[in-house]
């Protein structure tokens, strides 16, 4: 059997934004396809594939669009996203703010483990997220 995570869907407040944001990230980070997906009785989602899965965006349902994001809260606290190389994660922390998201912390080496090498940022909707690049 194979281990792994098939899909992640993300309900954001402002799906023009997510959408913008996601559009630009995921291609740039190993998930070049995009997929909508509008069915009867759906809200318009949007898939992003790669060859380890894909993410997902939708509209967050009318009453809980006054909701935040918050790490510690029971569910996800981020998505940590695997990057190639450190130069790839320095160039997209240049380019997170003018792309509708915040960096939170910057490109360096962590202390988790050796070599481990990472920027913090948030989407739109303040969901934590991260690059990194470990040697293997």
């Known amino acids: 059997m194979r281990a792994g995570?098939?899909?992640?869907?993300?309900?954001?407040?402002?799906?023009?934004?997510a959408k913008k944001f996601y559009s630009w990230l995921m291609p740039q980070i190993g998930y070049p396809q995009a997929m909508s997906y509008d069915q009867p009785d759906t809200d318009v989602t949007i898939g992003y594939f790669g060859d380890h899965?894909?993410?997902?965006?939708?509209?967050?349902?009318?009453?809980?669009?006054?909701?935040?994001?918050?790490?510690?809260?029971?569910?996800?606290?981020?998505?940590?996203?695997?990057?190639?190389s450190r130069e790839l994660?320095?160039?997209?922390?240049?380019?997170?703010?003018?792309?509708?998201?915040?960096?939170?912390?910057?490109?360096?080496?962590?202390?988790?483990l050796p070599g481990y090498y990472a920027v913090f940022f948030t989407d739109p909707d303040g969901l934590k997220l991260e690059l990194v690049h470990v040697p293997r």
């Open 53 to 84: 899965g894909s993410l997902w965006i939708r509209p967050s349902d009318p009453e809980f669009r006054a909701d935040k994001f918050h790490r510690h809260r029971v569910g996800l606290c981020e998505i940590a996203f695997a990057a190639d």
């Open 5 to 17: 995570v098939d899909h992640i869907i993300v309900n954001v407040n402002d799906y023009a934004a």
């Open 89 to 112: 994660i320095d160039d997209l922390a240049k380019q997170i703010p003018a792309n509708g998201g915040k960096v939170t912390d910057p490109p360096k080496e962590y202390d988790y």
